[in-house]
């Protein structure tokens, strides 16, 4: 990594981000990083914008619900990281992510009225979510193909690592070995499993969902290919990395409890920092 070279991690909401969150918090010292706030993250947003330049030099990551763009306000150089998803299967998890916890905004209205996953998709309008991230458009905007075009070019030009939720620990390896973690424990964190496969949703569900996020089905192809393109090119230490990271994973339940713990704190500590 260059000298005194910031990380930006866009997290995508619903692809694999909390696992990525806590593993950054073990490598990096808590007071040099900056964490929107992911339930006020409009207010955590415009506070880490209005920071003096002084204090942002000091963070060597920035991480969080947060749109394209921050690296144009920095004194440092820095570069990008993020996780996308499958759109459709992201679509599907927003909504029994948010069907099942209750400190969701939504979810005594989503279980009051009982929506289904058609109701969350016309509804709510929360159409290709990755693509207005990756571009830093305004979010309550419709996405369009400048859109779309926008992404696509900033995930080739200012990105490090693009991942995928699908192949996260291929993903993990390519940042192990761009920045130099060391990962030395590895655990998953905010699972939901209670959703529907693909296979379980009629076919007029799952193509309602690909129109309605036609070009986060677009901007996932482009993504897809710059991660395998990487991949392949770093192939042998890639596959050393996910064995690596397949060791490390913790399957003691006591270890995976003090574990827990530990990245709660963790968390807790860099969140209050970060609101100052």
Same mark, same amino acid.
């Given at each position: 990594?260059?000298?005194?070279? #910031?990380?930006?991690?866009? +997290? ?5 981000? *909390? ?12 007071? %040099? ?11 955590? #947003?415009? +506070? ?6 002084? /204090?942002?030099?000091? !963070? ?8 394209? =763009?921050? +690296? ?27 069907? =099942? ?16 996953? %058609?109701? !969350? ?18 979010? %309550? $905007?419709?996405?369009? *193909?400048?859109?779309? %075009?926008?992404?696509? $070019? ?13 192949? !996260? $620990? ?9 920045? =130099? ?6 655990? #998953? ?5 209670? /959703?529907?496969?693909? /296979?379980?949703l009629p076919k007029s569900t799952l193509d309602l969902i690909a129109e309605r996020n036609r070009f986060d089905i677009e901007l996932y192809q482009c993504a897809a290919k710059l991660f395998q393109d990487a991949v392949s090119k770093n192939a042998g230490e890639v596959s050393r990395i996910v ?12 270890? #995976?409890?003090?574990?827990?713990? =530990? ?14």
């Amino acid at each position: 990594m260059a000298a005194q070279e #910031s990380v930006i991690f866009i +997290h995508v909401p619903k692809a694999a981000g *909390t696992t990525l969150n806590r593993l950054i918090e073990w490598e990096y010292p808590l007071l %040099e990083i900056y964490s929107v706030d992911p339930y006020f993250f409009r207010w955590s #947003s415009a +506070h880490l914008w209005r920071l003096p330049k002084r /204090r942002l030099k000091r !963070f060597r990551v920035f991480k969080g619900h947060m749109m394209f =763009g921050l +690296h144009e306000i920095l004194p440092q150089p820095a570069t990008y990281i993020t996780i996308l998803r499958d759109p459709v299967d992201r679509v599907m998890f927003a909504l029994y992510f948010m069907r =099942g916890y209750k400190l969701h905004p939504l979810y005594w209205k989503c279980r009051r009225e009982r929506w289904t996953l %058609e109701d !969350f998709i016309t509804r709510l309008r929360r159409d290709n979510v990755q693509c207005k991230f990756i571009a830093g458009a305004v979010y %309550e $905007e419709p996405c369009t *193909t400048e859109i779309c %075009e926008r992404a696509k $070019e900033n995930l080739v030009r200012y990105f490090s690592v693009v991942g995928l939720l699908e192949r !996260f $620990e291929e993903s993990l390896a390519l940042m192990k070995l761009r920045f =130099g973690w060391m990962l030395k424990n590895y655990s #998953s964190f905010n699972v939901t499993r209670t /959703r529907p496969n693909k /296979r379980d949703l009629p076919k007029s569900t799952l193509d309602l969902i690909a129109e309605r996020n036609r070009f986060d089905i677009e901007l996932y192809q482009c993504a897809a290919k710059l991660f395998q393109d990487a991949v392949s090119k770093n192939a042998g230490e890639v596959s050393r990395i996910v064995r690596e990271l397949e060791a490390a994973r913790i399957q003691d339940p006591l270890r #995976s409890a003090l574990f827990w713990i =530990g990245a709660a704190t963790r968390k807790a500590i860099n969140r209050a920092y970060s609101a100052l």
